[in-house]
Each structure stands twice: as C-alpha cells, then as structure tokens.
C-alpha cells in the first residue's frame, strides 16, 4: 500500500479552510492509503506562541482531527515533538539545502515583502524541517492545500540532491491537490485566502465556531456588485469563493449549484451555503464533545508516536550511516 502523509500546525483554532484544503481529504485517503497524519507542533513555534494557548490547541487539533473522521485504527497520528527524528533529520537536511532555495519561498517572501519583524530563524528553515517530516516516512503522497505545494516541491530537490550524493534513500514524494477547494478564500476579503492568522475574525470560519457566528460571516460574506449569479472567478472572487465552498462541502458540482440559485439574489445563495457549512459544523462539533469527554487523545497519541517513530527512526539511522556520521567500531 502507497503510503500518504501530511501535517497541520496547531496555531490557533482549525479553519473551514483546513478543513476543505486538506483534513477532509485525509479522511477520503484513509481507506486506500497507509495514512500518516501529524500535529506539526515545531512549525507553530516558528512564530512566538502563548504556552498555555498553545496546549489547549494541541488537544483540540487532535479531537478535530479525529472529529474530522480520522481513525486511529486506519491511519497514524500523532504529535511531531514525540518523534525526536523529526528535528534531527531538519538539521541535517538544512545542510543539504541553499540559501537560494530558501530564499525563493512564497511564504517567507511574502512575509519580508510585509516588512514584518521579528522574524525567525526558525520561519526561515521551516521547510528543511518540513522536508524532514515527510522524508523520513518515505512517503509517496503529500495532500496539502495550494499554499505548501511549493515547499512540497523543494522537498522533492533536496531528496533528489541527497539521493544524488549518498545513493539512494528517500522516496521522492509527490504533492496531492484537491481540484476543488485547494484555496478557500477569506469572506471578507476575497483576494487573500482564509486564514487563522486574520487579523480580524470575519473572514475566517472556524471548527468550533458556533453556528450561529459561523452563518453570520457568510450571510456578511464580501461578494460584488455585479449580482448575476456566474462562476467568474476574476470578477467575482467572493462569489466563487462561497460556491466552491458548498460544491466541496455537498459533492455538488460549482455549475449545479448555480444552475439552481441563477436569476435569484446572493441572499439566497448565501443562505443555502451556510446551511451546508452549518451542517457540516455541527457534525463536527458533536463529534468533537465526544472525543474530548471520552479521554481517548493521550492514547491515540501514545500509540501513534510508537507506530510513527518505528518508521522514522529507521529512516534517521540509515540516513547518518550513508553522511558517516556514525562511528563503525
Ligand atoms: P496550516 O493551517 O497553514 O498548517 O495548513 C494546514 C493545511 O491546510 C495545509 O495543507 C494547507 O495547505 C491547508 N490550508 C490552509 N488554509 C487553507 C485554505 N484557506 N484553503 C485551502 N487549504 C488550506
Ligand atoms: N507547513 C504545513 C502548513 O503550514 C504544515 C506541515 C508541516 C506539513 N510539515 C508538513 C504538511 C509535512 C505536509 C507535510 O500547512
């Protein structure tokens, strides 16, 4: 079986975003793939983090995960700092990347063009860490949303580079992204995609949001005012955006879904589109109670870092074995 990896970082609460990018996802894979799903709690602290904030939402992106249909009988999850290999092999494969390579991120760029401050070391060799994370499982698939699949792509050179050096080791993974859904936008500004770091809540739905917050931001959602009811994606971001989130949350095609509400004002569609997000929320949530009231997370998470680290602790040895790291006696 073709083994499939991925990992959220615990900042803040989960988003709609998160949930339609790339948790719903894994839990499509789960049946067919080895699934191996991680809590990147490393990358969180690439930026400052309140402590007492930070373990609270440790736990709840567990219970999420699993509210989200992840099975712990199907697939591996657990928290990256219990796999000590995880920040061993970024070191190392911070040695075998360029300045170059990591000056060119979208991400990292993004936030020096902002000009913001304070920036970290950490921010900068985050896909070192990244490419470790999925290297170390030799996994063949990588689902993400549309904003990682740059790092994704690095992590393919610096496996291709090392294999190149020391001979072959890493599997050289590949990036999954969904067709619909791989970028949902903010509802409040449809040209920046939905995101926990909002500096404002409006645009950004979260998992435990409560329904009645969570359809007051898409009744409010930014659209246009052109007010024809059209999949024009330039045009109309915020329109598009609200469609591709209900075709992704209901299996509906985007032209279905507009065939039904053409000729009728955004209201209306707006209406059925927090419904479905709704729907779904709640579900969620339920499940969320559930977990959290059952006491089950330190167990999944003991279990899943044994499991996890029998695999990456493998691939670490045989990795400072080729670099001659180790002393033969
Ligand atoms: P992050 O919250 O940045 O750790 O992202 C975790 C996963 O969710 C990654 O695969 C992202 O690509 C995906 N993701 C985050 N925000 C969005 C969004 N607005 N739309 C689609 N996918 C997203
Ligand atoms: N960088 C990813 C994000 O911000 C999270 C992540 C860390 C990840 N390690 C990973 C995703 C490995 C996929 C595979 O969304």
Known sequence: MKRMLSGIKPTGQLTLGNYIGALRNFVKYQDDYEMVVFIANLHCITEYQDPEDLRKNLTDAVALYMACGLDPEKSVIFLQTDVHSHAELGYILACNTYLGELNRMTQFKDKTAKGEKNMTAGLYTYPCLMAADILLYNANYVPVGEDQKQHVELCRDIAQRFNNRYGETFVVPEPLIAKVGARIMSLSDPSKKMS??????????????????????????????????????????????????????????????????????????????????????????????EIIESHQIEKVLNEGALKASSIADRTLEEVKKKIGLEIKY
């Open 196 to 289: 926990k770091s909002e500096e404002t809540n409006k645009g950004c739905i979260y998992l435990l949001d409560d329904l009645k917050s969570a359809r007051k931001k898409i009744m409010s959602a930014v659209t246009d005012s052109v007010g024809i009811i059209q999949l024009d994606k330039e045009n109309q971001p915020g329109l598009y955006n609200l469609i591709e989130i209900a075709s992704a949350l209901s299996g509906r095609s985007m032209e279905d879904i507009v065939d039904e509400f053409s000729g009728e004002g955004y209201g209306k569609l707006k209406a059925y589109v927090a419904d479905v997000v709704c729907a779904e929320l709640e579900k969620i949530q339920n499940r969320y109670r």
